[in-house]
């Protein structure tokens, strides 16, 4: 009895033994396995903002004179070429009347000059230099004579001395005379010619500048837009200067006095703030959707135009640093620009990150070695799994963007 007890104490102390000594090796591919597919990814962020008009340029009196007519007032709406204002071209024709006869004068000056040998002034020239050579040769032929008569005595010798100074003071003439025909005929070219023709070219533009102030006298809009004020004038400056009347019918405007500003409406643009802790998320061209309760039902897009690198003064000590962003609205319709309008608050979201076929895993599925980041991967749960190397992208709620991976599954390590 007392020996089948110890054989039976013996047994069990053996498998305790046989237990402690090989304890069971955890087999691979312990742990949980979780489905991954390709899946839409995006990233956004939600601002507000105002919408302005892309360009507003300000419109000028085409020159000095008064106005004939105002034709439109501030906050209205007008179409391309509408005609806003007509000035009064009274006195601005009276310029070019006389910049066409000042262009006449030195065309035909100019003209003259090209046939400069057949003027009157170098006409007139060899015509006295023609007298002057004859009339030496009448005088040195008399003298001629005059000497042969004196030498047989037959004048006396003060009539030989008289014919002699005659003859000195006709060659002095003559002289003279070629100096004037050489200096007429220098009249037409070198610097006198360079002159006219810089006259010329003076005049010519001076009329063709004042023709094209001319034509400017109906102030048209050369786009659509809303009639605002001037650029840099204040709405409370641009009332003031509305009730004392200074851009009224008969007022007196001096050339390129800003009568008022056309903010273009063809293409609009939202301007809006972005914390210092967005705005490296944000990249010209971004795609931007665009809302607004003043256009409810309107779903209009847009995309990220300039994203300044320069914050704006900060309104109170202390707080995070904000930086403007413009946002460019494509061209509206007819059907939106009646209920788009400028000063609309708008809501904003800009897609900063997509990605339509991302795959996203736990954290912990990713495991660190030195020969980078990997994941435990199988296809499906009858393939056997692999370990394959990712990178990482992007970080979201349920988990972070892998490339290099799959659908299939990954397995997560035991205990999570």
């Known amino acids: 009895m007392q020996a089948g007890i110890a054989i039976a104490l013996l047994v069990v102390a053996g498998a305790v033994v046989i237990s402690y000594r090989a304890p069971a090796e955890p087999q691979p591919g312990k742990g949980q396995w979780i489905e991954v597919s390709n899946a839409p990814l995006t990233h956004q962020i939600g601002l507000v903002g105002k919408i302005e008009p892309l360009q507003t340029i300000s419109l000028v009196a085409p020159f000095d004179g ?29 310029q070019l009347r006389e910049a066409l006869s000042v262009q006449l004068k030195a065309r035909r000056t100019v003209q003259e000059l090209q046939d400069w040998d057949n003027s009157p002034q170098v006409s007139r020239a060899r015509r006295t230099l023609r007298t002057s050579q004859m009339t030496v040769s009448n005088t040195e032929r ?53 002159i006219a023709d810089m006259e010329l070219t003076n005049a010519t ?31 409370a400056q641009a009332a003031s200067a509305a009730t004392s009347g200074s851009i009224q019918n ?55 135009d300039i994203v300044s690198s320069l914050a704006l003064p900060a309104d109170a000590s202390g707080g995070s640093a904000q930086f403007p962003v413009t946002l ?34 736990p954290p912990s599925a990713i ?32 988990g972070v963007e892998v490339f290099g991976l799959q659908s299939g599954q990954v397995r997560l390590p035991e205990g999570q």
């Open 250 to 304: 008969g007022s007196k405007v001096g050339q390129g006095q800003a009568l008022f500003g056309l903010a273009n409406i063809e293409q609009l643009k939202i301007v809006s703030k972005v914390s210092e802790l967005d705005i490296n998320q944000l990249r010209q061209g971004q795609s931007v959707e665009i809302l607004g309760d003043g256009f409810d039902g309107e779903r209009l897009r847009g995309q990220v």
């Open 367 to 398: 495991q660190h070695s030195a020969e980078g980041m990997s994941v435990e991967y199988r296809p499906a749960a009858d393939q056997p799994p692999r370990r394959v190397p990712v990178t990482t992208g992007q970080s979201t709620a349920e």
């Open 205 to 235: 533009v001076k009329y063709e500048a004042l023709r094209a102030l001319l034509a400017g006298k109906d102030v048209k809009a050369p786009f659509a837009g809303i009639v605002v004020p001037a650029p840099g004038i204040t709405l």
């Open 142 to 194: 008399k003298l001629n004579e005059s000497q042969n008569l004196f030498s047989r005595g037959i004048i006396p010798r003060n009539e030989l001395d008289d014919l002699t100074q005659q003859l000195q003071t006709q060659r002095m003439d003559l002289t003279a005379a070629q100096g004037e025909l050489q200096q007429a005929q220098e009249q037409g070219k070198g610097e006198y010619r360079q």
């Open 328 to 361: 460019s609205v494509p061209k509206l319709t007819q059907e939106q620009l009646q209920r788009v309008r400028l000063g609309m608050s708008a809501r904003l979201t800009i897609i900063t990150y997509s990605n339509d076929q991302a795959i996203v895993v």
């Open 66 to 94: 008064n106005v004939l007519a105002s034709l439109v007032e501030q906050g209205q709406r007008v179409e391309a070429g509408q005609v806003l204002l007509k000035m009064d071209p009274s006195l601005i024709e009276i």
